[in-house]
């Protein structure tokens, strides 16, 4: 499958166009002949005889950009004065800044906002903790830490690689779901270090937003964060994949008429994603599951079982799933399956094994950039694909679940994100799409789709009310604020 233009390899070339009769037609045109795609076309300056455009065009990778400059400069009549990694241009300075909520113009304002009048504010929350939440960024502030060893397909890049995706995950926070966020990027890889460390800047945070952490590290660090602190932690590669992927597919089974607890599953890719989003579709009711790693299909009796080689979270795994206890390669076990679930890598899935899969078969191939097997390869085997990616339909997609969890979270102050909230954002993001618009290429709803946010952030905090988490009413609500209650 050749790649096609993206807007990650987004490019502004400035060129000078001789002012006569069909240029930009010609300049469009090699533009095209060479495979790209034209975004923009903005006239800049009128000289005398020439006219001088920028022209944004999406290549397919950096190596493209030659192809379509090089083809610019080969016209008579046209100058490449310049060109502009646009993507470059957008992380230049970071992607996020702060900004006051108040102004500070008069020596009032300073009054009330830092000395003296902030001594009060401390005070009140010296003497009573819980105002935090109340009076200050806490109760709207979510840390995103990552220790930069699992970034998106990167890997282990470290802290300072990682953080522009923080940077990036703290504008999704706050465009969907008004959460302010700020990205935390430790320079360790000891789960000790990196607990110690989040502990110790908790008390600034309503919720922690684990990210890009590498399994198996990322249990154990996500397991002792829950048990020690009362705010929210969430490890998003883990649960808000797993809860994107549960949405889809009870979109998907009711447009099949499957039901979850008949289904066949197999899972390739067994990381933190991969362990995640088998263990919310086992909490759902889905009771055959077969799981499949690097070195293939998992079950109690493959070898480094036996001799206790395996790693403890692959131990529950294999306890815990595969009851026909099935062995060899992920394309050897297809057979009769309803659904593949791909969270490995690139093209590790041969298409043709496809057709021994039931009716109506079921590919959510995620991995990104390159999914497990391409959609166009799986459409004739399949009724339903799936990807990780924007360019295709059916994008399963992180930012459907975490703003609004957190959103929902936030707003009752529930000290952790549980297992119901999780199944009922699942349910939330799956009801946004009608029974009646369903179809093979819309069983989710869209990234952009601003209903989605609202209604995941609604369904956590009515399970958290249910479950008795809903800590806000402990608090003073702005609304309920008045003159005596001040003074107190």
């Given at each position: 499958?050749?790649?096609?233009?993206?807007?990650?390899?987004?490019?502004?070339?400035?060129?000078?166009?001789?002012?006569?009769?069909?240029?930009?037609?010609?300049?469009?045109?090699?533009?095209?002949?060479?495979?790209?795609?034209?975004?923009?076309?903005?006239?800049?300056?009128?000289?005398?005889?020439?006219?001088?455009?920028?022209?944004?065009?999406?290549?397919?990778?950096?190596?493209?950009?030659?192809?379509?400059?090089?083809?610019?400069?080969?016209?008579?009549?046209?100058?490449?004065?310049?060109?502009?990694?646009?993507?470059?241009?957008?992380?230049?300075?970071?992607?996020?800044?702060?900004?006051?909520?108040?102004?500070?113009?008069?020596?009032?304002?300073?009054?009330?906002?830092y000395t003296p009048g902030v001594a009060r504010v401390c005070m009140a929350i010296h003497d009573d903790p819980d105002k935090a939440f109340q009076y200050t960024i806490k109760r709207n502030t979510v840390a995103v830490v990552s220790d930069g060893t699992a970034v998106l397909g990167l890997g282990d890049i470290g802290p300072r690689a990682a953080m522009p995706v923080m940077e990036g995950k703290a504008m999704l926070f706050k465009e969907f779901a008004n959460v302010d966020a700020f990205p935390i990027c430790l320079d360790t890889k000891d789960p000790d270090e990196i607990v110690a460390a989040v502990k110790q800047i908790a008390p600034t945070f309503g919720g922690i937003n684990l990210e890009d952490i590498s399994a198996p590290r990322c249990f154990e660090i996500e397991d002792r964060l829950k048990a020690e602190l009362d705010?929210?932690?969430?490890?998003?590669?883990?649960?808000?994949?797993?809860?994107?992927?549960?949405?889809?597919?009870?979109?998907?089974?009711?447009?099949?008429?499957?039901?979850?607890?008949?289904?066949?599953?197999?899972?390739?890719?067994?990381?933190?994603?991969?362990?995640?989003?088998?263990?919310?579709?086992?909490?759902?009711?889905?009771?055959?599951?077969?799981?499949?790693?690097?070195?293939?299909?998992?079950?109690?009796?493959?070898?480094?079982?036996?001799?206790?080689?395996?790693?403890?979270?692959?131990?529950?795994?294999?306890?815990?799933?595969?009851?026909?206890?099935?062995?060899?390669?992920?394309?050897?076990?297809?057979?009769?399956?309803?659904?593949?679930?791909?969270?490995?890598?690139?093209?590790?899935?041969?298409?043709?094994?496809?057709?021994?899969?039931?009716?109506?078969?079921?590919?959510?191939?995620?991995?990104?950039?390159?999914?497990?097997?391409?959609?166009?390869?799986?459409?004739?085997?399949?009724?339903?694909?799936?990807?990780?990616?924007?360019?295709?339909?059916?994008?399963?997609?992180?930012?459907?679940?975490?703003?609004?969890?957190?959103?929902?979270?936030?707003?009752?102050?529930?000290?952790?994100?549980?297992?119901?909230?999780?199944?009922?954002?699942?349910?939330?993001?799956?009801?946004?799409?009608?029974?009646?618009?369903?179809?093979?290429?819309?069983?989710?709803?869209?990234?952009?789709?601003?209903?989605?946010?609202?209604?995941?952030?609604?369904?956590?905090?009515?399970?958290?009310?249910?479950?008795?988490?809903?800590?806000?009413?402990?608090?003073?609500?702005?609304?309920?604020?008045?003159?005596?209650?001040?003074?107190?």
């Open positions: 499958m050749s790649p096609s233009p993206s807007a990650q390899y987004s490019l502004t070339i400035r060129v000078e166009i001789a002012d006569r009769p069909g240029m930009l037609g010609l300049v469009a045109s090699a533009i095209g002949e060479v495979g790209a795609s034209i975004g923009s076309i903005d006239l800049v300056e009128v000289k005398e005889n020439v006219l001088l455009r920028d022209i944004t065009v999406d290549a397919t990778g950096a190596e493209h950009w030659d192809q379509i400059v090089g083809a610019l400069a080969a016209l008579d009549g046209v100058t490449v004065v310049d060109t502009t990694d646009r993507t470059f241009l957008l992380h230049i300075g970071g992607k996020i800044e702060q900004h006051n909520k108040s102004p500070l113009k008069t020596r009032a304002d300073l009054s009330m906002a705010i929210p932690v969430f490890h998003d590669d883990q649960h808000g994949t797993a809860i994107v992927t549960l949405a889809a597919l009870i979109n998907a089974c009711k447009l099949t008429g499957k039901s979850l607890a008949d289904l066949r599953v197999l899972v390739i890719g067994l990381g933190a994603a991969g362990v995640a989003v088998t263990k919310i579709l086992m909490e759902a009711g889905v009771r055959h599951v077969v799981g499949a790693d690097s070195c293939g299909v998992l079950s109690t009796d493959r070898g480094d079982y036996q001799d206790g080689s395996m790693p403890p979270i692959k131990r529950w795994y294999a306890e815990a799933t595969n009851p026909d206890r099935l062995g060899g390669t992920p394309a050897s076990v297809i057979d009769g399956m309803d659904l593949m679930i791909g969270l490995s890598g690139a093209k590790v899935f041969p298409a043709e094994a496809l057709a021994r899969m039931n009716k109506d078969a079921m590919v959510f191939a995620m991995a990104n950039p390159t999914p497990e097997v391409s959609p166009e390869e799986a459409a004739p085997y399949c009724r339903i694909v799936a990807t990780g990616r924007s360019d295709y339909p059916n994008q399963i997609n992180n930012v459907l679940a975490f703003p609004g969890i957190f959103r929902g979270a936030l707003d009752v102050r529930a000290p952790q994100i549980t297992e119901a909230m999780k199944m009922a954002a699942a349910t939330a993001i799956a009801n946004i799409v009608p029974e009646s618009e369903l179809r093979e290429d819309y069983i989710i709803p869209s990234v952009f789709n601003r209903d989605v946010a609202p209604a995941v952030a609604d369904a956590v905090a009515a399970e958290a009310r249910r479950a008795g988490d809903d800590r806000a009413g402990d608090t003073i609500g702005f609304a309920a604020l008045d003159i005596e209650q001040l003074r107190n």
